[in-house]
């Protein structure tokens, strides 16, 4: 495995675990939970783990966006 896809196989996993802990944490927060919330919770957890896959590309160059 080169280190580029090394880079972006970290990069996928720390978002994809960023989103859901993020949400996890905004529920808590608010105090509600996935079933109150629904099927938006979903669009929150992508939301928040897109918005860390963009700054974790560019940390760690893994060049999945084009510059």
């Known amino acids: 495995m080169t280190s580029l896809t090394l880079?972006?196989?970290?990069?996928a996993v720390l978002s994809a675990l960023s989103g859901l802990l993020g949400t996890v944490v905004i529920f808590l927060v608010l105090g509600t939970d996935f079933q109150k919330f629904g099927i938006e919770s979903i669009i929150v957890i992508v939301a928040l783990g897109l918005a860390a896959m963009i700054w974790l590309d560019r940390f760690?160059?893994?060049e999945i966006l084009p510059d």
């Open 60 to 62: 760690l160059s893994a």
């Open 7 to 11: 880079r972006r196989a970290i990069v």
